[in-house]
């Protein structure tokens, strides 16, 4: 290939046909916890476990995607005013099932339920499945949802009752303002967040621009993902 | 109603809105299927799939019926996509869908789906019933009401509470709203309607401006770059519209509309080769569609003889020729019983046609289609008239042009722009002969210019000009010469002034864009080889 351009289209491409097919093979899953979860509870389980490695991939596939895009300068937002709840729940449907057979509550509570808000909906909906993986593979039983609104903007957060962020992950977050190094370090994880970060950050209203916090709750000690809009 | 063209996918998605409690569903596998349904009834939800094997496309569909009308404002129509193909395909859509759903989904998805749309579209019942109807009085006031009420679907409210107004031609009241929304919050949305007054009200100058911030912050908001274009046109910079709307094809090439206002530009700029390539683009969008007529042929083949009058390079126009002829073929077989076309094709064979198509080139071939055009003025649409006369001087057949100029300017006489078009044709047959002629006449004229007999020169240039008066070399050289006669004083100030006038060329515009843009790399190319 003597031309680079082409050979990033080309995987680009290929990107999203993995991503198509990965899409039926979660289906199928899907289909088949459905017909034998009463029946083999362990193999079910054991399936959505593939379900979850399969989201896992989903998003490393979407993070390649957004490297491409911003590479040949075609990642460009369309922003919305949506309502924040149906955002959420997008994000979460296709993991009520892995979370039901894990064992994991999820919350959702919206201060005021008609938050309506002006975003890019299917960016912040890849954020929020992309954080949501993330909990669910460190939760131990408890995933809460939480959306409020403030002078300075509008505040999702995501908070589990795990061990926590360890103490690297939210230093490297507030101390280096430019996440690139991140990713070479955590690996896939640190690309997510380099990419949540990109994506608050493309939400700006006059001066200010959004963000997101990684925290460990005061109390119980899990970890508290924060996606500020602005 | 489900529209899909695999009956499997229908008898799924049926079977999981049967067990949703949803008892009446209608299936169509095809575009022209569901077509009818949706004209004979009113539905609470479509569900399409967006690509339906070889009829329409689903957005094809949603576009017919919404400007046809037959979709009623009360119905949620919803595309499904490929996951991935979503942004791909959908991203940059004139005729939005109310929502989108990515296949393959779960039952929990579409219940969750079905509740949001039901509950939304009753709130908005009231403006939508009020929509269908044209009542845009009762809109507006329904629509202030659920703003009031209801502050979940306060942002679907005020977009058709803008709408409301604006039909209603209450646009400062609509103006005043709007800048109350942008002082609390940035709607991309608001921004565009409130630009789109401003066109309305002729504020070329301000719309422009925040036009183009609008696409600078909202790069897909394709509708911005259309209304961009159009205010481009009106303050007269044909080149920047058309470089506006090549950015709006670029991410959203599938709109016939903008296709076809790109290549109307593209042409009136001098650019053929862009103007051919969207005439030929529009004549594959339209299979099979709403658009579909042989209109799109004959604006390919407009086009590209335009584009082989202007050519020198002999290989590649033998190969605009051949598909030139390739298109008539086809669009001679696709339309046998109009007359516009059977006479428009006629000609397009005599133009178009080589030696070995002895009854082509036979100048009687002409004649009797010059004939068959006087006997059938009625049949013969404006632009296909135009062409034929063209057609008839380029072959040099002046005598039968004339009478049928006569004719056509008798029957149209209502019609300014077309009296005028036939007018120009007229007096200024540039047929291929009057151009060689001029090319030979340049060529001694050169002989003169070069051994210094500058009047000799300018006398003869000024005689190439009357055959070709719009040609860049021959203009520069006359002007020249001109100048260096004066010189000499032996210049008149109207030749003067007729040098001022006619150097003024309609490239010009073009040459110092491309001069721009071309200093404009030259300065970061060094800066890149220097850093």
Redesign the interface.
């Known amino acids: 290939m003597s031309n680079p351009v082409d050979m990033h289209t080309i995987m680009a491409a290929t990107v999203?046909d993995v991503?198509?097919a990965l899409?039926?093979i979660d289906?199928e899953l899907?289909e088949v916890i459905d017909s034998i979860t009463e029946r083999e509870p362990g193999s079910a389980m054991k399936l959505n476990r593939l379900r979850l490695e399969a989201g896992w991939i989903n998003n490393d596939l979407v993070h390649m995607l957004g490297l491409y895009r911003m590479n040949t300068d075609i990642f460009?937002?369309?922003?919305?005013?949506?309502?924040i709840e149906?955002v959420i729940?997008d994000a979460t449907?296709?993991y009520?099932?892995t979370l039901a057979s894990l064992g994991i509550n999820l919350g959702i509570e919206l201060e005021d339920?008609?938050t309506?808000w002006?975003i890019d909906p299917?960016l912040i909906e890849g954020v929020l499945a992309n954080i949501l993986t993330n909990s669910i593979r460190y939760t131990a039983d408890r995933l809460d949802f939480r959306v409020f609104e403030t002078d300075v903007g509008l505040c999702i957060t995501l908070t589990d009752n795990g061990a926590g962020y360890p103490d690297k992950m939210m230093n490297f977050m507030s101390e280096t303002p430019d996440p690139g190094e991140l990713s070479f370090q955590n690996g896939s994880t640190g690309l997510g967040l380099y990419f949540c970060q990109q994506i608050a950050q493309l939400h700006r209203?006059?001066e200010t621009q959004g963000y997101i916090r990684l925290t460990n709750h005061p109390e119980h000690g899990g970890a508290v993902f924060m996606l500020w809009l602005s | 109603m489900l529209i899909d063209d695999f009956s499997n996918v229908r008898k799924s998605i049926k079977g999981m809105l049967n067990s949703l409690g949803v008892s009446q569903v209608f299936e169509a596998a095809t575009g022209s299927e569901a077509t009818k349904y949706v004209r004979e009834q009113r539905f609470d939800v479509i569900l399409c799939d967006y690509n339906l094997g070889k009829s329409k496309n689903g957005s094809q569909l949603l576009e017919e019926w919404r400007t046809r009308g037959w979709l009623s404002y009360q119905t949620v129509f919803v595309m499904i996509t490929?996951?991935?193909s979503?942004?791909f395909v959908m991203?940059a859509l004139e005729f939005q869908p109310d929502d989108y759903l990515?296949k393959?989904f779960?039952m929990?998805?579409l219940q969750?789906r079905l509740d949001?749309w039901l509950d939304r579209q009753s709130a908005l019942g009231p403006i939508n019933r009020a929509l269908d109807k044209k009542e845009y009085p009762a809109m507006a006031k329904a629509a202030r009401e659920l703003m009031e009420n209801k502050?979940?679907y306060?942002?679907w409210a005020q977009r058709k509470y803008v709408e409301a107004l604006v039909k209603q031609g209450q646009t400062t009241e609509a103006t005043h709203f709007l800048h109350a929304l942008l002082d609390k919050?940035?709607?991309?949305?608001a921004r565009l309607e409130l630009h789109r007054i401003e066109v309305g009200e002729g504020k070329l100058e301000l719309a422009e401006r925040g036009l183009k911030t609008l696409v600078m912050m909202?790069?897909?908001?394709v509708e911005a770059y259309d209304l961009l274009a159009e205010v481009q046109i009106l303050i007269k910079q044909p080149q920047k519209a058309q470089e506006t709307l090549s950015q709006a094809l670029f991410r959203s090439p599938r709109s016939i509309a903008r296709q076809r206002a790109f290549a109307v530009l593209a042409s009136d700029n001098g650019d053929h080769i862009a103007a051919t390539g969207a005439y030929k683009e529009i004549v594959s969008l339209a299979d099979g569609t709403m658009h579909e007529s042989s209109r799109g042929y004959k604006d390919v083949l407009r086009s590209t003889r335009t584009q082989l009058q202007s050519l020198d390079d002999e290989a590649l126009k033998r190969r605009l020729n051949k598909d030139a002829q390739a298109l008539l073929k086809k669009l001679i077989c696709q339309y046998p019983n109009e007359l516009d076309t059977a006479l428009f094709s006629k000609a397009y064979r005599a133009y178009l046609a080589d030696a070995a198509d002895t009854e082509a080139t036979d100048p009687m071939f002409l004649a009797s289609i010059a004939q068959a055009a006087l006997e059938q003025l009625g049949e013969l649409g404006e632009a296909s008239a135009l062409d034929i006369v063209d057609i008839l001087y380029e072959k040099g057949l002046t005598k039968a042009a004339d009478e049928l100029v006569l004719d056509l300017r008798q029957y149209h006489k209502g019609s300014g722009t077309f009296v005028k078009r036939l007018n120009q044709l007229q007096a200024e047959p540039v047929t291929q002969e009057a151009r060689s002629h001029a090319h030979k006449t340049n060529t001694d004229d050169i002989e003169q210019y070069k051994q210094k007999d500058f009047e000799a020169a300018t006398r003869l240039f000024a005689e190439a000009l009357e055959f070709s008066p719009r040609h860049p070399g021959i203009i520069l050289k006359y002007v020249q010469s001109s100048l260096l006669l004066m010189g000499r004083s032996r210049l008149t100030v109207s030749q003067l002034d007729r040098s001022l006038d006619i150097v003024n060329h309609y490239q010009f515009e073009r040459y110092t864009n491309i001069r721009d843009k071309v200093i404009a790399l030259h300065t970061k190319v060094n800066h890149e080889q220097s850093s």
């Not at chain 2, 919050?185 to 949305?189: N, Y």
């Open positions: 999203h991503k198509n899409s039926l289906n899907r460009r937002p369309n922003f919305d005013e949506v309502l149906d729940q449907s296709r009520q099932q339920p008609d309506a002006v299917v209203q006059g | 490929a996951e991935t979503r942004d991203g990515a393959p779960a929990d998805t969750n949001r502050p979940r306060r942002g919050r940035d709607l991309p949305w909202q790069p897909n908001m």
